[in-house]
């Protein structure tokens, strides 16, 4: 395996992730931390400080990213639709499938993926894609899994309002003190190794008692995901780092939030933990393929 090898790129970008992916495992496996506090700062300060400082660049052009954000839209919202007559055909509860299905690990791992395979250049475009399956996860998905959710809120969930903040100094070009943005570069910096590191320490709870459904599951939703990206892709004409992004995007396993929503809404929570960690741990074979396919 040679340094020009694709063995040896596909390598050098998926180690640095899955490597503390296990790092927070066996940490937790050991000691049993409590993240719950990390959890929270990260989704409330970290998280939209990356956000923030992504859309706020002097490089971001939002009407540039418009197909691609449109790109990950129909994947995420195909992927959801797909998964509605498999569960009644399976015989569980669509809501129990459907949103693993559709909302993908865009945070955990699509933002640090994006850095470690195409640079720091590429996440302006990752942390888009990252918004659109974030934001239709705390509106539709919340609305999904209680039809009483206000969705009028929205703004105040921290991610999207640093998002609109962050537009907004785009758009308006409006000048941030420089120490202030390295300040907010700084925590954003905080973000991916503690996502990356948290993912570990949930997967000391990952289950097997679903193991037929969640294995199911952790197959198609990559395979559906590429499916559909590489046919939104020729649709779009996307060509380039965003088709490739797109396709990555499309191959990305479920969202560990799908979990924490589960729980909340009281949505079969357990079954839905088993869908979500096994598919992560899916990724391990999904992720070198879709590379290979874009990098090749």
């Given amino acids: 395996m040679t340094p020009d090898s694709l063995a040896f790129r596909l390598v050098a970008i998926l180690f640095p992730i899955f490597g503390i992916v296990a790092a927070g495992y066996f940490y937790a ?33 939002l009407t540039a990213y418009a197909p691609l954000a449109l790109g990950g839209f129909i994947v995420l919202a ?28 865009s ?17 302006p475009a990752a942390v888009i894609l990252f918004m659109v399956e974030n934001t239709l996860h705390f509106s539709f998905g919340a609305r999904l899994l209680d039809p009483h959710a206000r969705l009028l809120t929205l703004w105040r969930v921290p991610v999207v309002a640093a998002a609109i903040a962050g537009l907004a100094v785009a758009l308006l070009k409006i000048p941030v003190w420089q ?32 193991w037929k459904v969640a294995t199911g599951s952790a197959v198609l939703r990559p395979l559906a995901g590429m499916a559909v990206a590489a046919g939104i892709i020729e649709l779009l004409g996307l ?6 992004m797109l396709l990555v995007f499309g191959a990305l396993p479920p969202a560990v939030l799908n979990f924490l929503f589960a729980e909340r809404y009281k949505q079969e929570p357990q079954r839905v933990a088993s869908i979500v960690l096994i598919g992560n741990l899916a990724a391990l074979f999904f992720l070198p393929l879709a590379l290979a396919l874009v990098l090749r």
Avoid at 31 to 57: I, S, T
Avoid at 78 to 93: D, N
Wanted: proline residues 8%; contains cysteine.
């Fill in 29 to 61: 496996r050991h000691h049993k931390p409590e993240m719950a506090v990390a959890n929270r700062l990260n989704m409330d300060v970290f998280v939209p400080a990356l956000v923030f400082a992504a859309m706020a660049g002097k490089s971001f052009d």
């Fill in 78 to 105: 195909t992927c959801g639709l797909l998964a509605w007559p498999l569960a009644k055909l399976i015989g569980i509860q669509p809501k129990t499938l459907a949103p693993p299905m559709m909302f993908n690990n």
């Fill in 107 to 123: 945070g955990n791992i699509g933002l640090p993926l994006a850095v470690l395979a195409w640079g720091e250049e590429a996440l």
């Fill in 179 to 210: 120490p202030l943005v390295i300040a907010i570069k700084m925590l954003g910096d905080v973000s991916v190794p503690l996502l990356l590191f948290s993912l570990g320490v949930r997967m000391t709870d990952v289950s097997f008692r679903e």
């Fill in 239 to 244: 060509q380039g780092r965003e088709a490739a």
